[in-house]
Structures are given as C-alpha cells and as structure tokens.
C-alpha cells in the first residue's frame, strides 16, 4: 500500500511537471557582483566613510507560453542575496524579491501583477544616460531623491499599452496598501506597519510614458499616495520628465524630478519638497570601454527647512571595462552639502566615494 501511494505522488508529480513544460518555456539566469567602495571627509562637516567590501546575487527563473484562448502570459520570479528597504517599512526578510506575472491579450497590452518590478512611473524614474547603475544608487551615500513611484518594494497591479508613438509604452501601476510587505499572502487579509484592524494607511498610482521618436527618447513619469494614517499626514506628489539624444557611439540626456513630501508616512508639519536636475553623457570609446559622467543638483524646501541650506551638489564618473558576460568598473563620486537625513542640505557635509566593482552576468 505505501509503495503504491508512493507511485502515484509520483505519477502526479511527473504530470504536473509536463503540464507545466507543456504550457511555458523556463529559464534561469542572473548575475553576481563584488564591489570595494572606501571613502573620504571633504569640509568641515564631512562624512566619513569607511572602507567596504560586499556582494550581490541575483538569480531570475522566468517563464512564458500561450494559454488556451490564445493569449500570452509571462512570469519571474528574483532571488536577491541584497535587499534595501521599500522607502516605508522593514527590509525584505527573503531572499524571494522582484517578481511580476503579465498576461497580455495581444502583442501591445497587457496586464499586470508586480512587486518591485519597473512599472508606472518608474520605468520613467531615470531617463538620463548611464554605463553601470543609475544615478542615486551608485553608492547610496549621495544623498540625492528620487522619483516617488508605487512599484519599488511594493505590491501593485496595472495595465500597460505598447507601441504608443514610436517604441512607445505607457504604464499605469495601483498599489492598494503601500505597507503590504514581500510575504503578503494572496490567500490572507494583511495587518502590518502602520496599520489598525486591517486599515490601510496609504495606497497610491504612478504613471509612466516613455517614447523614442529617432535619435531622441522621452520620458515621464507622475505618481500620486494618498496618506491616511492620520489627519495630518503629508500626501505625496512626484513628477519627472527627461530626455536623451541617443547616437552610436555616445549619448546625452537631462532629467527633471520634483517631489512634494515622501513615501514614507510623515506629517506635514515634518515633510519637505525636492528639485533634482540631472545632466549626464556617455561615450563608448570602443567595443570594450565606456566612459560615463553626471551632474546633479538637489534644491530642498518645505515646512520642516526653516532655514535652507545650499543646493547640493553630485558629480560623478565611471569607466567601464566591457568583457563579454563579466564588466569591471570604477567610479568616483563627489557629493557637496549633503542633507542630514531628512533634514535641510548643510554646508560642509561632503562625502567623496570610489567604487570598483566586477559583475559577471549568467
């Protein structure tokens, strides 16, 4: 009797793996990277940071195929060694991220499912060039913002229409509880940070537009959070719109972003405004080299500044050494009246950071 109940799980287990097969085509791929990062102090204030070794793992099991009705679907799922907070609540406590499920009706819309996927307005969030990370990411320690959107670190659904205009995609995400955290269970009501007898503090919806009309690729991006977890709390409003001449061998772009409060639930009496103005240009030397440099500029204001500080002030740039699946890079980074938390930007708090970092891709 055991050896035929275990004969049939297996009979089971194999037509559910053939199904599977069946109906969707699997893949694996990924990508591991080691960086060394050590800083400097720079003014009277400055920042000191310390020296700094560290990895990222990331492993991509996606699949896709054609359902009965004729439609297509697509689905991945990320397994991340490194994790950030989602800008409200803790860190991810699993190594499951990034994840998205698209069914798509025909060849230029689809629906969608996602947490932490580039949807809404975030496939607008950095529209200027770039040869290794994007701007504010390149070391965490610049103290720039960025766009506000509903998609990073959160679960959120939506549409998306494709060919709009040349490579057109407009992408609109709704995330319903900004504080659902990565394990939220799609069979269980949630109750988390923030949150009393299941009442959601925050929910929101981001809008993305990207276009490339010849040489020169347009983006923009809106997002809107309606903060409910008091009388007081402080909506937020982002706005970025940017633009790229994109040529063989080199690219130009500038981007601005606005931001009126934050992601993070905080009163209006402790919220504050940003203006961020990003210039950037990359130059391919040859088939392995790649030079990189941006300019950033940060105005913040707000209730909470009483008394502003000066703008800051990022530069930055990268060489990158192009080697097939494995790409070395070194990046330096100087950051100039730097904001203390979410407070006003300071004279003097400067930070000066380099990077070498080596990401073999699988």
């Known amino acids: 009797m055991k050896n035929k109940a275990i004969k049939s799980i297996g009979v089971l287990a194999l037509a559910s793996l053939m199904t599977t097969t069946a109906f969707s085509q699997v893949t694996v791929s990924g990508y591991t990277e080691v960086g060394f990062m050590t800083g400097g102090t ?44 989602n800008g409200r609540n803790t860190a991810n406590v699993s190594p499951m991220t990034t994840r998205a499920l698209e069914i798509s009706p025909s060849k230029d819309f689809k629906f969608f499912y996602t947490y932490d996927g580039v949807y809404g307005g975030e496939i607008a969030r950095t529209s200027v060039p770039t040869v290794t990370d994007r701007v504010a990411d390149q070391t965490g320690n610049s103290g720039l913002s ?24 407009l992408s609109v995400a709704y995330a319903a509880n900004l504080d659902s955290n990565p394990q939220a269970s799609s069979d269980r009501s949630y109750s988390g940070t923030g ?26 991006g809106l997002t809107k959070i309606d ?10 409003t982002s ?73 800051l002030k990022v530069y930055q740039a990268v060489v990158a050494y192009n080697l097939g699946p494995v790409v070395a890079s070194v990046m330096y980074e100087d950051a100039k009246d730097r904001p203390i938390s979410n407070g006003a930007t300071t004279s003097g708090l400067d930070t000066t950071t380099t990077k070498i970092k080596v990401k073999a891709n699988f």
């Open 42 to 85: 720079n003014g009277t204030l400055g920042a000191q940071n310390n020296k700094g070794l560290g990895n990222e793992t990331v492993i991509t099991i996606a699949g896709k195929g054609t359902l009965t009705n004729g439609w297509t679907y697509s689905a991945y799922q990320n397994f991340d060694s490194d994790d950030d907070k």
């Open 146 to 169: 960025e766009f506000i959107d509903v998609t990073s670190g959160t679960h959120a659904v939506g549409v998306e229409a494709l060919n709009l205009g040349p490579a057109g995609r």
């Open 195 to 220: 949150q009393q007898n299941y009442v959601n503090p925050a929910s929101g919806y981001s809008i993305g537009y990207v276009v490339a009309p010849g040489p020169i690729k347009i983006a923009a």
């Open 227 to 236: 903060q409910k977890q008091s009388s007081i709390a402080q909506d937020a």
């Open 239 to 311: 706005k970025t719109l940017g633009i790229q001449y994109i040529d063989s061998a080199f690219a130009v772009g500038a981007q601005r972003t606005k931001n009126e409060g934050l992601k993070a639930a905080l009163n209006n009496t402790s919220s504050f405004n940003d203006q961020v103005d990003t210039f950037a240009a990359s130059f391919a030397v040859n088939k392995e080299i790649t030079l990189g440099a941006t300019y950033s500029k940060m105005e913040r204001t707000g209730t909470v500044i009483t008394t502003p500080g000066p703008d």
